[in-house]
């Protein structure tokens, strides 16, 4: 058996979300919607299905989806892309897995920032990458000048960012990724940025890629998800930008890993893609609805509740709502004793993690959040002091 892999526990998400089936309870753990993807994207791709090829599409992605990622970035982020810098993956994650296959070699280094998603860091021990860990401190969670200063060095190969973050909320502004993006050029360091969440913004924040950042367009790789940007994560459609020869470098490691994606989800994404301004307007109100009506729900309960920026998620502050408990404790107490299921923050560290704070995903329902706050509050009864 290859120890990395067999010594890690089942993901947090599947943990949680097994307990959230076996006691009936409202999941506001896994950070999946129930509601808000578009009718039309799934119906192109359920007509594709029937009319189109079911057969291997080209390892890098059908034309039409490749075409599309470079049309909807130069429309949304101004990026000027070429279809050769495109490959479309099976999922964000497999398009992280590919790039960190195929740029790292045994004894690199690799900076990741904590807390963070949990498929970066096993990935990087396995390709024999040594990962340095830089610490974002809550409330803020904020990139600084003595963070960067102390993290990058030169022996830094690779960065792997996430913007929007989660499981934060944090949506990075100019003056850190602009700190970010020196340290890379200064370093001569590549970056690999986990964008997934670049739609899901609230509050009137617009994204800015890391790649267009002076000096990063010819050092970054930029991972997108459908999954985030149609409510659609079980499709499990993403890709990778990135200049060559990044591009052909992670493309290799990609055709054997899944090799290709359902070409019929591609046709509904490449469609999807496509769609005007209204859309992506209408679905950020929709969710920054849904997280203004779980924060103030919570609020009224009495628990203190984290500012969220982006993605879908919202993080509650334990110690500060009076509940003298670690986040393992009460998410494990939560979902067998009061039939709802949230994450613990401490499950995205590897070491010495934050104990106080949980992640809530308000991508529900008004009905759903409205029973997971009512049982969040019963929840929140079981540790009264």
């Known amino acids: 058996m290859n120890r990395l892999f067999a010594e890690q526990p089942v993901t947090i998400f599947e943990h949680v979300s097994g307990l959230a089936r076996e006691h009936d309870a409202v999941n506001l753990g896994q950070g999946f919607p129930d509601f808000g993807w578009p009718e039309d994207v799934i119906a192109r791709a359920a007509d594709a299905l029937i009319s189109a090829s079911n057969q291997y599409p080209s ?28 490959t479309v993956t099976s999922g964000g994650t497999e398009a992280l897995t590919a790039a960190i296959i195929g740029l790292i070699e045994p004894g690199d ?21 040594i990962a340095r860990i830089a610490r974002l401190e809550p409330p803020g969670w904020r990139v600084t000048q003595a963070l960067i200063d102390a993290s990058f060095s030169d022996r830094t190969k690779l960065v792997i960012f996430n913007n929007p973050h989660n499981p934060t909320g944090r949506h990075f502004d100019e003056a850190e990724l602009a700190l970010l993006a020196a340290a890379c050029v200064r370093h001569d360091v590549i970056a690999l940025v986990d964008e ?8 009137g924040r617009r994204h800015r890629p890391l790649s267009s950042l002076p000096g990063m ?6 991972v997108g998800s459908a999954g985030k940007i149609f409510s659609v994560t079980g499709w ?16 290799r490691a990609h055709q054997f890993i899944t090799f290709t994606t359902p070409p019929n989800l591609q046709s509904g994404v490449a469609y999807g893609l496509g769609k005007g301004q209204a859309y992506f307007d209408d679905m950020r109100t929709q969710f920054a609805a849904a997280r203004e009506r779980l924060a103030a729900g919570l609020n009224e309960a009495g628990f203190v509740t984290l500012p969220s920026e982006a993605t879908y998620f919202l993080c509650v502050d334990l110690a500060a709502s009076g509940i003298a408990a670690d986040d393992l404790d009460f998410c494990e107490r939560a979902v067998r004793e009061a039939g709802v299921a949230a994450i613990p923050l401490s499950a995205f560290y590897d070491q010495e993690p934050v104990r ?7 991508a529900k329902r008004e009905e759903t959040l409205a029973a997971g706050i009512e049982r969040l509050r019963a929840a929140r009864q079981l540790f009264a002091r």
Not at 217 to 222: P, S
Not at 236 to 251: D, F, Q, T
Not at 356 to 362: E, G, N, P, S, V
């Open 59 to 86: 390892m890098r992605g059908l034309p039409e989806l490749r075409e599309a990622v470079c049309n909807h970035y130069r429309v949304h982020q101004g990026l000027e892309l070429d279809v050769g810098q495109v």
């Open 236 to 251: 499990k459609v993403g890709w990778m930008v990135a200049p060559e020869p990044l591009s052909a470098a992670i493309a």
């Open 196 to 203: 997934v969440w670049e739609h899901l913004l609230f509050d």
């Open 109 to 129: 280094e690799v900076l990741l920032f904590e807390p963070l998603y949990d498929s970066y860091l096993p990935i990087v021990r396995q390709c024999g990458g």
């Open 356 to 362: 106080h704070i949980i992640r809530l995903c308000f």
């Open 217 to 222: 367009a010819e050092r970054t790789v930029k």
